[in-house]
């Protein structure tokens, strides 16, 4: 079944606090400027900003009063709609998400998700920052909504409630980690031993309103493992991969600003196609994340496969380098084929 991909929530509600972006802009600012203005032109300026609020808010109401379309999700508290053409605020922050098929891209302005600990009105609380080198562990977090609450209710995304990728911020030691969820909404995995170093946490998600609005979100946060920390240089450019004796190899040429498919295939070591399995709902799970900044690449598998190929949709979001971390699953068990990735 083709299930929707983990950056395209098909509803977008808007989170509540993206009214704030509708704030009117103050009065006073009309009375502004170098040259001083007597008391009768400031009241004058005052009365008219009134007036200018009045008709905004005024406006901002109809919309929240226009007869509702059965066909679209209920107006959220912002009287913001997924149907309203884009035009609606959203809150600062904001991952890039789909409405209507138009993709939207708030915050770190280019695509690339991860880059903060809150947004969209949400907040990644991890309990434990710090780490123990060289020790197996337990990482435990909970997603927070705008009043502090512990968030509870997920959608299942790609057979997972919540996806967790940690990696260490030379873009080694990567781990793709499906973590359970308590009844207070803390979340915990177990960890194994990490080298020292500074580590990054994603947590992806998608949570569900009361009025079943979805809203995608991806947050970062740092961990620390204390202890000696030499970072690795990246692996050169490759567009193949060993690992455990699969070689996964793609073909296909990023391009920023662009979706431009990339189709994998796994072979085994008598270089024939390997049997690949379904593995969270799909023949392959892609990540993508930047070098510098370690922003977060969602990218979209096809739900079939072409033949023996997998093909996943990358949009670039800037020239630079990534490593791509694709997991698949033959026999059982799933392995992860790293490309280093060179956007011209
Ligand atoms: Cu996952």
Redesign the pocket.
């Known amino acids: 079944m083709p299930e929707s991909s983990s950056g395209t929530s098909g509803t977008g509600v808007v989170p509540d606090d993206a009214v704030a972006g509708a704030t009117p802009p103050r009065a006073g600012v009309a009375a502004g400027g170098p040259v001083a203005v007597d008391r009768e032109t400031l009241r004058l300026a005052l009365v008219v900003g009134g007036l200018v609020l009045a008709v905004l808010l005024g406006f901002g109401l109809g919309r929240m009063n226009a007869p509702a379309d059965p066909a679209r999700p209920a107006a959220t508290a912002s009287g913001a709609t997924a149907g309203d053409g884009g035009m609606h605020a959203h809150a600062p922050g904001t991952g890039a998400h789909t409405h209507d098929g138009a993709s939207v891209t708030q915050g770190g302005g280019d695509g690339a998700a991860g880059l903060s600990i809150t947004s969209a009105g949400y907040t990644l609380v991890p309990s434990n920052a710090e780490l123990t080198a060289g020790r197996a562990g337990e990482l435990r977090f909970q997603i927070r909504d705008d009043r502090r609450r512990a968030v509870t209710r997920f959608a299942v995304v790609?057979d997972?409630p919540m996806?967790v990728i940690v990696v260490r911020r030379d873009l080694s030691g990567y781990l793709?980690l499906?973590p359970t969820m308590a009844a207070d909404g803390t979340w915990s995995v177990p960890l194994g031993p990490l080298d020292p170093g500074s580590w990054r946490m994603y947590a992806?998600f998608t949570t569900v309103a009361d009025d079943g609005g979805q809203v995608a979100v991806v947050l970062g946060a740092d961990l620390a493992a204390p202890g000696a920390y030499r970072p690795r240089p990246l692996p050169a450019a490759a567009t193949s991969a060993t690992v455990d004796g699969f070689t996964a190899a793609y073909t296909g040429t990023p391009e920023v600003g662009r979706s431009v498919p990339l189709r994998f295939r796994v072979t085994g070591a008598d270089g024939a196609a390997a049997p690949l399995e379904p593995y969270?709902g799909a023949y392959g799970?892609l990540v993508a994340l930047r070098e510098g900044d370690l922003g977060y690449l969602h990218v979209h598998p096809e739900p079939v496969r072409d033949g023996d190929e997998v093909t996943f949709w990358l949009t670039a979001p800037g020239p630079g380098n990534y490593r791509m971390f694709l997991d698949f699953q033959v026999g059982g068990v799933v392995r992860t084929a790293e490309f280093t990735l060179t956007v011209a």
């Open positions: 790609h997972k996806h793709h499906h992806d969270l799970h």
